[in-house]
């Protein structure tokens, strides 16, 4: 997906510096007019605006956080933008430190997958001040075509956790459906032609779905990602007194499914666990 989303700023014109922890990764970039940079402390010092997209919460409070991270290197009133999923109480630690550096920090996770990414038209979910938020706004608008301001920090990654707990228990929907097809002796591609239009409508049944019936399960979105993400919004509900047994469902057939060696598979291999 980051390498989707730094392809419409090179598109666009922008001056793109890139760091990867595997610089294969960064090649198309590269090839695209990116300079690549060897540090992540390298790019913070060379940079006025710095987009992050990383793995899980540990790798957020490394990079950003870290004796090498961006928050320790960064030029005074430079905007940092994590778009990785992670935790709301890191985002407010993140925010705290910038602040205290003279920096603008704004939690801003994305929905939309490898799809939404390639095509720019993201859902981005931002956390931060409002005068932050004006001044990035038009290079949000760069990714996505859904940019709003939740709140203040944190408010960004409370969004996406209500994004996927709304999809955790919908995907597990959209399986049922597609085992109940098939039993039925239904043609499954013609039943989405008529569910998916109607108020059973979701973006995982129009998108998914087909991944599934066709057995495509490459990840546009990984399993083991997904399992980080309602991981984190277990812990927050449970924080807030929150109960979530949709969630806790819907986890424990993913947490299966990686148990199994499937964790790299896209988060539509949830249909293998209906047909076993």
């Given amino acids: 997906m980051g390498k989707s989303m730094a392809s419409h700023f090179l598109q666009a014109g922008y001056p793109v510096l890139v760091y990867t922890r595997t610089k294969a990764k960064a090649e198309d970039l590269l090839a695209q007019g990116a300079v690549w940079k060897e540090q992540v402390s390298e790019?913070?010092?060379?940079?006025?605006?710095?987009?992050?997209?990383?793995?899980?919460?540990?790798?957020?409070e490394?990079?950003?956080l870290g004796a090498e991270g961006i928050v320790a290197h960064?030029?005074?009133?430079?905007y940092l933008i994590d778009m990785t999923t992670s935790?709301?109480?890191?985002?407010?630690?993140?925010?705290?430190?910038?602040?205290g550096r003279d920096l603008h920090s704004l939690d801003a996770p994305v929905s939309g997958g490898d799809i939404g990414a390639r095509e720019a038209r993201l859902t981005i979910m931002v956390g931060g001040d409002q005068e932050a938020f004006d001044a990035v706004e038009p290079l949000l608008k760069i990714m996505g075509t859904n940019v709003v301001l939740q709140g203040g920090p944190g408010a960004g990654q409370h969004t996406k956790m209500c994004?996927?707990?709304?999809?955790?228990?919908?995907?597990?929907g959209v399986c049922e459906a597609i085992a109940y097809a098939k039993k039925a002796g239904l043609d499954p591609t013609r039943v989405l032609s008529s569910i998916a239009a109607g108020a059973a409508g979701s973006w995982?049944?129009?998108n998914l779905a087909p991944r599934m019936i066709a057995g495509n399960f490459e990840p546009g979105f990984y399993i083991k990602h997904f399992i980080k993400d309602m991981g984190i919004a277990?812990?927050?509900?449970?924080e807030m007194g929150l109960l979530t047994p949709g969630l806790e469902l819907s986890k424990s057939l993913y947490d299966e499914l990686a148990a199994n060696g499937l964790e790299d598979n896209g988060t539509q291999a949830l249909i293998k666990w209906f047909e076993k």
């Fill in 43 to 60: 790019l913070a010092k060379a940079s006025n605006v710095i987009i992050t997209m990383v793995g899980y919460p540990s790798d957020v």
């Fill in 62 to 64: 490394e990079v950003y």
């Fill in 74 to 78: 960064a030029k005074p009133g430079s």
């Fill in 87 to 99: 935790k709301p109480s890191l985002a407010k630690k993140i925010y705290e430190e910038a602040k």
């Fill in 163 to 172: 994004n996927q707990i709304a999809i955790a228990t919908n995907m597990i």
């Fill in 204 to 206: 995982s049944l129009s």
């Fill in 234 to 238: 277990l812990e927050a509900a449970k």
